[in-house]
Nanobody, 126 residues
Framework: QVQLVESGGGLVQAGGSLRLSCAAS????????MGWFRQAPGKEREFVAA????????YYADSVKGRFTISRDNAKITVYLQMNSLKAEDTAVYYC???????????????????WGQGTQVTVSS
């Protein structure tokens, strides 16, 4: 089991930056691939970024590539999402997720994740 709590969301102007954190608890965090997803009002949840269990492989949605960076600190059992050059279309609730299987590569579909946080709101004003 992995429990996840996101933080770091808020209101920021377009062009600004935010860093989201996802604090995990549970013995399997360091063995689990992690991902960030987001859901805007009236839209389906979409993939944002993912990182494998060891942290040496990452993958990004085209819409955030070059602007967002996912990272993890297994000693602190935390995964981060650094978001730069934010745009109004990045406004959404952002969710952290942990894979249900251990030692997997990066995962990009939400069905591959078994554990989810409660979400944190990111609002970008234009």
């Amino acid at each position: 089991q992995v429990q996840l709590v996101e933080s770091g969301g808020g209101l920021v102007q377009a062009g600004g930056s935010l860093r989201l954190s996802c604090a995990a608890s549970g013995r399997t965090f360091s063995s689990s691939a992690m991902g960030w997803f987001r859901q805007a009002p009236g839209k389906e949840r979409e993939f944002v970024a993912a990182i494998n269990w060891s942290g040496d492989s990452t993958y990004y949605a085209d819409s955030v590539k070059g602007r967002f960076t996912i990272s993890r600190d297994n000693a602190k059992i935390t995964v981060y999402l650094q978001m730069n050059s934010l745009k109004a279309e990045d406004t959404a609730v952002y969710y952290c997720a942990a894979a249900g299987s251990l030692y997997t590569p990066v995962l990009v579909t939400d069905s591959e994740y078994a554990f989810w946080g409660q979400g944190t709101q990111v609002t970008v004003s234009s």
